[in-house]
Nanobody, 119 residues
Framework: QVQLLESGGELVQAGGSLRLSCAASGRTFSNYRMAWFRQAPGKEREFVASIGWSDGTTFYAASVKGRFTISRDNAKNTVSLRMNNLKPEDTAVYYC????????????WGQGTQVTVSS
């Protein structure tokens, strides 16, 4: 089955940088989009960024655009989220997700990795 394993979440000071990684397995993802979502305590789930596995097209939430970069390494079956200039409001559990292009929702989710940005 599809398995998405996030890693890289840490406690970091505001202004710092962090790279999250997602190891994807169990499926050929050529017809998938991969995305990062996050959920902060007391807040709703929020889309962060997405990338087409094959075509590399990217989308970003306005709140992170210019600071975060999503990328993928098809050969390594990994998806990364480089986060720069982190802010306390970036504190959340970050989830790696995937959806088939024919699907309307991100159906596969990792377990999440905690990112805490201290002020």
């Amino acid at each position: 089955q599809v398995q998405l394993l996030e890693s890289g979440g840490e406690l970091v000071q505001a202004g710092g940088s962090l790279r999250l990684s997602c190891a994807a397995s169990g499926r050929t993802f050529s017809n998938y989009r991969m995305a990062w979502f996050r959920q902060a305590p007391g807040k709703e789930r929020e889309f962060v960024a997405s990338i087409g596995w094959s075509d590399g097209t990217t989308f970003y939430a306005a709140s992170v655009k210019g600071r975060f970069t999503i990328s993928r390494d098809n050969a390594k079956n990994t998806v990364s989220l480089r986060m720069n200039n982190l802010k306390p409001e970036d504190t959340a559990v970050y989830y790696c997700t995937a959806r088939a292009l024919v699907s309307t929702s991100y159906d596969y989710w990792g377990q999440g990795t905690q990112v805490t940005v201290s002020s």
